[in-house]
């Protein structure tokens, strides 16, 4: 379960649309001060805008949609390695009990 946000989404983009399209940049740290928010937080959230941006500005930070789908894979492929690590297990357990001879 993720953790609760400090900040609404509505201020999130608020805050993103503000440094978007304001010309010329303005000072993250500055922005985020007017804004009452830690300049970190407005950092990451632009950072993400742009991964999210239909253009592709970042090429460095996965989208939302790929994160989600990461971790489904990884959950996945946890369910999976548990499932051959059972049927494995159970293979040697009933070779063992067919084969009397097989040394254990």
Same mark, same amino acid.
């Given at each position: 379960?993720?953790? $609760?946000?400090? !900040? /609404?989404?509505?201020?999130?983009?608020?805050?993103?649309?503000? !440094?978007?399209?304001?010309? $010329?940049? /303005?000072?993250?740290?500055?922005?985020?001060?007017?804004?009452?928010?830690? /300049?970190?937080?407005?950092?990451?959230?632009?950072?993400?805008?742009?991964?999210?941006?239909?253009?592709?500005?970042?090429?460095?930070? $996965?989208?939302?949609?790929?994160?989600?789908?990461?971790?489904?894979?990884?959950?996945?492929?946890?369910?999976?390695?548990?499932?051959?690590?059972?049927?494995?297990?159970?293979?040697?357990?009933?070779?063992?009990?067919?084969? /009397?001879?097989? $040394?254990?």
């Amino acid at each position: 379960m993720a953790a $609760p946000r400090k !900040y /609404p989404q509505e201020l999130r983009d608020r805050a993103v649309g503000m !440094y978007r399209s304001t010309d $010329p940049k /303005p000072q993250i740290k500055r922005l985020a001060t007017d804004l009452g928010v830690h /300049p970190e937080a407005l950092r990451g959230w632009i950072r993400q805008a742009e991964a999210e941006a239909a253009v592709g500005e970042r090429d460095d930070r $996965p989208t939302t949609a790929e994160r989600e789908e990461l971790a489904a894979l990884r959950k996945e492929n946890a369910q999976l390695k548990r499932a051959n690590e059972i049927l494995r297990t159970a293979s040697a357990f009933f070779a063992a009990q067919l084969d /009397p001879t097989r $040394p254990r």
